[in-house]
């Protein structure tokens, strides 16, 4: 079982691997991490892995054999389990609880050369739709606080697979940057009686020069504080707090424009790594009036430095409308 | 002049290079950038940089000739520069102004293949007492609010030339960050009148697990809420809230310290690069009774993912009671 901790001055949270703890040889060979062998996420490789969770598995077939589209699976390496209690305790002026939550791997397809920007709209709604089932089934768990789904794509961007995959870990809190966040809309929304995210996406639909996509339901664009060089957010043109409960409508229109940003980061910046991070509302209350779930989207291209773990600001040596021309201007292969 | 723009709902600032903007092929090359030809930090290249703020000349001599054993220019390429207003503005629900502020490169040794960990402990005292000259000085201005000291040490820490080199960076605000720790801070002081750096310490001191080394005037430990493996603080034993009043005798106790903790960084992990950042409180109000200035020690060993991005979170793989212990058995070369 690892520990959560907590620093008793920023409130920030960490969560410690008490279990298997690295040590210095470890870091040693990071490098060559993503060279693999046998590909645990290929197809005839599902014993490699623990038992699926969830599965897509249109032609039928047996759990954890062939025939399946997409799996989610438990992490093999987990960063937090689901069994035992939480028992927060102090240490003097510490504070830990056990690490309690869920881990869970989504293969998004049995095809180990294909990548996201490669799938068709069918089979990235797929995979949201993988996303929003894992998130709906976990409200049931009394403990958890919060689901976050990302994606690591790219040795640099930590991804330490090269098969197409995305990630869900549900925690026991909610944590400081997603706090944050909804304090800041609540604040807004205090002041203003309106949503921080919609104004924000009003003035960006407006003004023009960041947008990059956007189609019915959703709209892409570069924003106007943007701390990393062609970050890219998806916003619902709908005020919604919940990812899981988008419809099957939205869910294509997210799949298609998402295709299409994926595919134009690549043709702009050959092929980066990336993270993309889903920014939805905590499990309770499941409906919050001042949040506006959203994607942020990462390409992985500057280093961070002293100065930003100093401060906590970004230096972006691009400026949002300078990359969302690039970004548009991008030679889509079809 | 670059931009700071402020995210209406985190109110998280980030400096936007809209001067000299970076496009996509700028971000192709960038793992050769500390390979170089001509060191613009080297003894006869004086010409090759920006003229010297501060410098220490023993032997004395003209200024931006030879002669010096350290010097403080202007960053070429700054993220903020000196002249100008700040013109504070709004644009619709964004908040801006322009990049003012002082961005300073301490060149930390004429020679171009000493580093900091191969200083002497006069050497190492120099350069503190370069940051300490630097910031008193600096407060002078009545725009800044923060000065931020950091040095980033090997290609993915971020740097961009090998020569040694340390950075301090003036802000016309207080960053967010530092604002977390200092609001964590009162909160702790209001709650328990006593400083929470000071009890933490204690407690480190106590339990005795965590340490890494120690003298008269600082302590050196992986702290309890590490989210780095490896990583490292030393505070002083004296509650002192600015970094740069701190005594001749005890910058001594200190450049001593961070020599030998420098040392068993590099032995334990085969050289690692790494980020220090100097925390210490705000240019005003110039004593704050919360505060607890302190160094962060951060060998880049591991990569930030989505997960880490999307929460604030860090899952940290080798607990400091590990480290801690690799640290302390390192062997250090004389």
Redesign the interface.
């Known amino acids: 079982m690892s520990?959560l901790?907590?620093?008793?001055?920023?409130?920030?949270?960490?969560?410690?691997?008490?279990d298997?703890?690295?040590?210095?040889e470890?870091?040693?060979q990071?490098t060559s991490a993503v060279a693999s062998g046998r590909c645990p996420f290929c197809y005839g490789n599902e014993a490699m892995t623990p038992p699926e969770i969830y599965v897509q598995r249109p032609a039928g077939g047996l759990p954890n054999g062939p025939g399946w589209t997409l799996r989610v699976i438990s992490n093999k390496f987990p960063?937090l389990k689901i069994e035992g209690d939480l028992n927060r305790r102090g240490?003097?002026?510490?504070d830990l609880c056990n690490g309690v939550g869920a881990h869970e791997v989504i293969i998004e397809t049995p095809d180990h050369q294909r990548q996201m920007a490669d799938f068709t709209h069918e089979e990235l709604a797929a995979v949201l739709n993988a996303y929003k089932a894992r998130s709906l089934d976990l409200r049931g768990d009394r403990r958890l606080k919060y689901t976050?789904i990302?994606?690591?794509y790219g040795l640099?961007?930590?991804?330490s697979l090269e098969h197409s995959h995305s990630?869900l870990?549900a925690?026991p809190i909610v944590?400081?940057?997603?706090q944050?966040?909804l304090k800041?809309?609540e604040r807004?929304f205090e002041f203003r009686d309106r949503c921080?995210?919609c104004?924000?996406l009003q003035?960006e639909l407006q003004?023009d020069e960041r947008l990059v996509g956007e189609n019915r339901s959703f709209v892409a664009y570069c924003p106007?504080?943007?701390?990393f060089?062609?970050e890219m957010w998806i916003l619902p043109r709908e005020h919604r707090a919940d990812f899981a409960k988008m419809s099957q409508e939205a869910t294509m229109d997210l799949a298609r424009l998402m295709k299409e940003m994926l595919g134009r980061l690549r043709a702009?910046?050959?092929n980066?790594p990336y993270?993309?991070?889903?920014?939805t509302a905590p499990i309770e209350p499941r409906e919050r009036e001042e949040y506006h779930w959203h994607i942020?989207l990462?390409p992985k291209?500057?280093?961070?430095?002293?100065?930003e773990?100093?401060?906590?600001?970004?230096?972006?040596?691009?400026?949002?409308e300078?990359a969302a021309k690039?970004l548009r201007d991008a030679r889509l292969v079809a």
Do not use: C, M
């Open positions: 520990e901790r907590r620093d008793p001055i920023t409130g920030r949270w960490n969560i410690i691997d008490t298997q703890p690295d040590g210095p470890a870091f040693a990071e960063a240490i003097g002026v510490f976050l990302f994606k690591n640099s961007s930590g991804a990630q870990i925690l944590p400081k940057r997603v944050e966040e800041g809309a807004y921080a995210f104004d924000a003035q003004e106007y504080v943007s701390s060089p062609f702009a910046l050959n980066p993270n993309f991070i889903l920014h942020e990462i291209l500057t280093k961070i430095a002293g100065f773990w100093g401060t906590g600001f970004y230096i972006n040596p691009t400026p949002p300078v690039f």
